[in-house]
């Protein structure tokens, strides 16, 4: 079985990334290419076992495999049974190769052990996307994020991964649930049982930015619920979100949002 779409290709050639192609191969077909694609290619295996030969190299590919290539890198692929399965998405744009260099796709690359399930929510969302002949601007975007969520499966070993996820967890819970109180670093760090330093170094390298900057980002978000959801004043809200001074409070969510609370209460939904 089959599930592919092709996009027709017209106005989304302006974006940073745009879908050529994205399917589900069930079972995979072996497929040489001399030249390689003309566009980038993403794939993941879901079921059974396949081969990839890339750069003189062959690489088992089952259940957790992913594998980036390049455009005009010489490869083939081939399934070892009849019930290799794989999810894959081909994607081009004006500044794509720049772009990806950027993020670390400085050329072909393969790992075993990705987290398909992650993959597949974000994969499926944009595989929906994919087949409305108008969506093409939210294709771009779900395409973004696949390939961040790649990055981070392919450059980050999992046991990084996981390491700096469960040092993490207990702040991001403590600062979801009591984010209107006055956290401190030294707080979080505490919960991950780490020095401040640390803690921080883990936090950004997972989640890009500082704890407390994330705390302030967090605030923000619920700041702007509250006010497209509910009629509470400002002061209300600054004070409801961990503020205790409206005027302070005003100043970190234009350096957010790039305007003020009132303003976006005024703008309300077309800005959310």
Not at 94 to 116: H, M, P, R, W, Y
Not at 150 to 168: G, K
């Amino acid at each position: 079985m089959k599930n592919t779409v092709y996009p027709i290709i017209a106005s989304q050639t302006s974006l940073p990334f745009y879908l050529t192609g994205i399917g589900i191969s069930e079972p995979e077909y072996h497929v040489i290419r001399e030249s390689g694609l003309i566009s980038h290619q993403l794939l993941y295996t879901t079921g059974g076992e396949g081969v990839l030969n890339v750069g003189g190299v062959s690489y088992i590919q089952k259940k957790g495999s992913l594998f980036y290539l390049p455009p005009t890198l010489k490869h083939e692929y081939y399934p070892k049974d009849n019930n290799w399965t794989t999810c894959w998405v081909v994607f081009r744009g004006a500044f794509a190769k720049q772009l990806l260099g950027e993020l670390g796709f400085n050329g072909a690359a393969c790992i075993s052990d990705a987290d398909t399930d992650k993959l597949d929510v974000l994969f499926k969302r944009l595989l929906s996307a994919a087949n409305e002949p108008v969506a093409h601007e939210r294709s771009s975007a779900l395409l973004y994020e696949l390939i961040l969520l790649a990055r981070e499966q392919l450059f980050v070993p999992s046991r990084e991964r996981n390491t700096a996820d469960s040092l993490i967890k207990p702040a991001l819970d403590m600062m979801e649930a009591e984010y209107m109180r006055d956290i401190t670093l030294a707080e979080l760090a505490e919960s991950a049982g780490v020095t401040p330093q640390h803690f921080c170094r883990v936090f950004k390298a997972r989640l890009g930015s500082r704890p407390l900057e994330y705390l302030a980002r967090l605030r923000i978000s619920k700041a702007k619920q509250l006010l497209v959801d509910t009629d509470m004043t400002i002061a209300e809200i600054a004070a409801a979100v961990g503020y205790n001074d409206q005027t302070y409070f005003g100043v970190v969510f234009k350096r957010y949002e790039g305007m003020s609370p009132s303003g976006f209460r005024r703008l309300g939904a077309f800005v959310v």
